[in-house]
């Protein structure tokens, strides 16, 4: 990939150059070069599938044995979820699949539901919506933080956060909440390209312990950052969090938005393609909450994480990373499928910014 975009820089200056260059003969022996560049670049785009396959083994094998981190446990039923489960999958925007480890087991999706909810609202109502009732800024505090409503305007701040996860919730245009929930599963499932399951034993046990969100959305409602009634919102959004998926549907879903927002199974588009770059500037900006700016120096991928142990990952044009482990580190983020992602990214260098091996 070094070579692929080195090739793609060379090829754009040949043709600037081409443009302004004077002799025939000078001309044609650019144009010649220009097609040894371009055939060459153009093969050298494409990562070939054993490739992919080979790093997704080495991705899986080289962090299988990772104990560090725990389950979360606030919410009390993810603290049983089998902590040694790992799985790994590269989905193409063309649809290939090449997986490792325990990519069938289903968990709750949390919060990697949150930027297809934000994407729900692009597609209904415009990115504006989503940067003027909700915000796009990074808040530079952990997922659930209360104090980001009280420090920022915003008060939800941005969609990928538990405050403005909640707003967008709420934001989603329905009539009441059995439409609103509707609207929240298909979209999600649209991006899975099939059917998934509410956990319903996660539903309870969140609903049951959320005094903290239930906290953030009546204060949301009070300054007038949340656009439905607070229970409805949060209820409905506990009930996204508990989504079960696995760790393929999550490949898909990341496969769509590196799709310019088609889901290569279906066919079917979930998100205009004018709005792709603005959801994936959100998810790198504030994916992994207050862990962002990490993550983006070492991966340099737009993604997200839940607590459940899931993360995907966008390379935008391409492909998704996706990985599932429940242990978390200490901003709620899967210890072992970050280890995994970032592997991967860097050893097919496709970080957004650059090549970016590991050392
Ligand atoms: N449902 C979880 C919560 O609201 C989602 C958090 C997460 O995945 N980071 O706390």
Redo the contacts with the bound molecule.
């Keep these: 990939m070094l070579i692929t975009i080195n090739g793609v820089k060379r090829m754009y200056k040949n043709y600037v150059f081409f443009g302004l260059s004077c002799s025939n003969i000078t001309i044609r022996f650019l144009l010649v070069l220009s097609l040894g560049v371009l055939s060459f670049t153009s093969a050298a785009t494409q990562i070939d599938g054993d490739k992919m396959q080979q790093v997704v083994n080495e991705a899986y094998a080289k962090f299988k044995d990772v104990k560090e981190g725990a389950n979360?446990n606030?919410?009390p039923i993810l603290d049983t979820v089998p902590s040694d489960l790992f799985g790994v999958v590269i989905v193409t925007k063309e649809g290939k699949v090449y997986s490792a480890g325990d990519v069938g087991y289903r968990f709750?999706i949390?919060?990697?539901s949150k930027p297809f909810t934000a994407a729900l609202i692009m597609a209904q109502q415009g990115p504006e919506a989503v940067r003027e009732k909700i915000g796009v800024e990074p808040t530079g505090m952990v997922?659930?933080s209360k104090v980001a409503v009280e420090l920022y305007e915003a008060r939800s701040v941005n969609p990928m956060v538990?405050a403005g996860?909640i707003a967008a919730v709420s934001l989603v245009k329905a009539d009441n909440e059995k439409q609103r929930w509707e609207l929240i599963n298909n979209n999600i499932q649209g991006f899975a390209g099939e059917k998934l399951p509410v956990l319903e034993e996660v539903y309870k046990s969140?609903y049951e312990t959320?005094w903290?969100?239930r906290g953030i959305a009546n204060n949301l409602y009070n300054y007038g950052r949340l656009y439905a009634d607070p229970e409805e919102a949060l209820r409905v959004?506990?009930r996204q969090?508990s989504i079960g998926v696995n760790t393929l549907n999550l490949g898909v879903m990341g496969a769509t938005l590196a799709n310019g927002g088609v889901n290569p199974l279906t066919e079917k588009r979930m998100l205009p393609a004018a709005h792709v770059p603005e959801l994936l500037a959100i998810m790198a900006t504030a994916g992994f909450?207050d862990e962002s700016g990490e993550w983006m120096f070492n991966a340099g991928l737009p993604s997200k994480?839940?607590?459940?142990g899931g993360v995907v990952s966008v390379v935008p044009g391409k492909f998704a990373i996706a990985a599932f482990s429940p242990r978390l580190n200490e901003a709620?983020n899967s210890v072992r499928a970050m280890r995994a992602i970032r592997h991967i990214s860097g050893e097919l260098g496709v970080g957004l910014y650059g090549p970016n091996p590991e050392l």
């Design positions: 979360a606030y919410i709750s949390q919060s990697v997922f659930n538990n996860a969140e959320a903290g969100n959004y506990t969090c909450y994480t839940g607590v459940g709620g």
